[in-house]
């Protein structure tokens, strides 16, 4: 099963390498993974997506907070939450494809945030599958690149994860 | 207000840590610290011949002490050579501190001379690393490592200090760091309660109930509370590899050591077992043989205090994390506390099966099929000449099993060996660690002849020492357990596993000053290894010729259960 694992690290030069490096070490999958700075200059907050059994999903967690800069970590997936993911993606767009990429874009509430008279780049945020399932209906074919920035997530309600 | 060097720092640190000894070899991005050594005389520094053989050193002092070892090496090639004897610290849980230099600040990722990115090739095989941006965090950074070592699950902690943070003319405040705090690091002191009351009803409970004592309870100090367990509930006990000792190995209620080459009598007792209460052991490969027909009708009880070694291989019933000593005490307070009654009747039935099972094999072997000595041999007369309580350090392979399993130890701490790396040439230093601490107390190393070539120069470091170990060579002229090995599984292609051109050892410890003993055939073994152990106060090289076919038994059958067991070479359960 799919997991999305929240992290709070020590915003710390190495920080990061230890994270991912003890994937690769335990021969964890990890399928996305983003990290920026909090509201709180000393931390980071990281978000993997890793796929796996209940008992390797239970290594991953405890092996990270093992990691002497993990603060804290959540596993989101085992409570509702909200997960989104940002993608820019470059579409062949010329004659009449043009308004048929368009209607889909609107359709994905995506935003075009760049033209050219054969290429637009759309903005797309949303759950992965979402992302994926625009992907789907332009068609790979006319599809020139994708960016995808992999998946943050954040808990329902009035759960927070913080000091 | 006292302004101190980077370097000063360093040295004023250990002082104030109350750090005994410290291992290592200088080199150019040390000089300012080596310096500042030279101007002190609190802390001792040891000069290796090779920077592993420090890493060796400071990791048996922590094993024989309980405190961490701490190791100086140079950056580059003088980093890189201490890294084997990190990675042995790591897998075994030893409190190790690892001060590397490094190159000057400006200098690093410009492929400087002996630059090599220390903090990150130990990432994976440390505790905890990290690297000094300012002179000033020095005292804080290395109080962090001694903490970070010595508590939880302790292991080793690499601090990597570039040239110019220990400049001489760069001074700043210095003030030694009592107490620290991390946020983000806490760890367990104790056990959960209800946990806890779990097992223990389970313990009173179980009719065939045996308990297993790791590293952990060494690491702990929870022996006698380990020994109380025992003897309020009659329960067998066995020690793994990294805790033999923990539990005395003449006790009657004491089975050996379990797994691979675990007596039958302890492999046979955890399989048929309903209840497996592991204290301080990780359960790994060398243990379980296949985890899917580990101990088929046992529930486990598992305490550990590091939660990602709980349920890893095997899943547990009712994990319980903390320390030993503390989860032991609750553990002996909530039996006293409960009105229980045993069931007698199943216990002693119990108790009649062990001991069925330990009459059946016994660790016997045949001393009649060779001229030579059997190694077991050699080792049980090391016990008996040694009266059972030297500090013994081994190497890996054969004689490291031989020795397990035929010195009894009835003390922890006395056993030295590199259990999860498997750390060949491990055994001369950490012989050498130990006895510079323990000056009046018997320190063995049992090795081989392949396993001291590797580490064979620290004689010299002996020699400078004056450090009277008594090497015990189980010389079979082969790698003894690669070429087991071969011969049960590659029909005897003994590949690149035996030794030509072996030195005279004897001449070779002569060379250095040492005294050189030969034993072989028509030898009376025990008197000579007498004559050898009392000479106290030299370094001897006890040469033992020992039959090349011997193997390691019992030995547990791949991919099968705990009881399948080769018993010899022709014998199977």
Known sequence: ?163 | MELLSGAEMVARFLKDEGVEYIYGYPGGALLHIYDALFQQDAVEHILVRHEQAATHMADAYARATGKPGVVLVTSGPGATNAVTGIATAYMDSIPMVVISGQVMSHLIGEDAFQECDMVGITRPIVKHNLSIKHPSEIPMALKKAFYLASTGRPGPVVVDIPKDMTAPTDRFEYVYPKSVKMRSYNPVTRGHSGQIKKAVELMVSAKRPVLLAGGGVIAAEASAQLIELAQLLKLPVINTLMGLGAFPGNDPLYLGMPGMHGSYEANTVMHHSDLLINIGSRLDDRITNATEKFCPTAKLIHVDIDPSSISKTVGADVPIVGPADAVLNEMLKQIKATEFTPDEEARSTWWQQIEEWRSRHGGRYNTDDSELFKPQQVVEAVHRVTGGDAYVCSDVGQHQMFAAQYYKFNKPRRWINSGGLGTMGFGLPAAMGVKLSFPDDVVVCITGEGSIQMNIQELSTCAQYNLPVKIVCLNNQSLGMVRQWQDLNYESRHSQSYMKSLPDFTKLAESYGHVGVEIGPGDDLEAKLAEAFAMTDRLVFINVHVDPYEHVYPMQVPKASMRDMWLSKTERT
């Open chain 1, 1 to 163: 099963m799919r997991h999305i694992i929240s992290v709070l690290l020590e915003n710390e030069a190495g920080a990061l390498s230890r994270v991912v490096g003890l994937f690769s070490q335990r021969n964890f999958n990890i399928e996305s993974l983003t990290v920026a700075p909090t509201e709180d200059a000393t931390l980071s907050r990281l978000t993997l997506t890793t796929v796996g059994n209940d008992r390797v999903i239970e290594q991953i967690t405890k092996h990270l907070n093992k990691l002497i800069e993990v603060v804290k970590l959540v596993d989101l997936t085992e409570g509702d939450h909200i997960e989104r993911e940002l993608m820019l993606v470059k579409v062949k767009a010329v004659g009449s494809q043009r308004a048929e990429v368009m209607r889909t874009v609107e359709i994905f509430r995506g935003q075009v945030v760049d033209v050219t008279s054969s290429v637009y780049t759309v903005q797309l945020a949303g759950e992965s599958d979402k992302l994926d399932a625009f992907i789907g209906v332009i068609g790979l074919a006319n599809v020139l690149e994708t960016v995808r920035t992999g998946v943050s997530g954040i808990a329902r309600g009035e759960k927070v994860l913080s000091l």
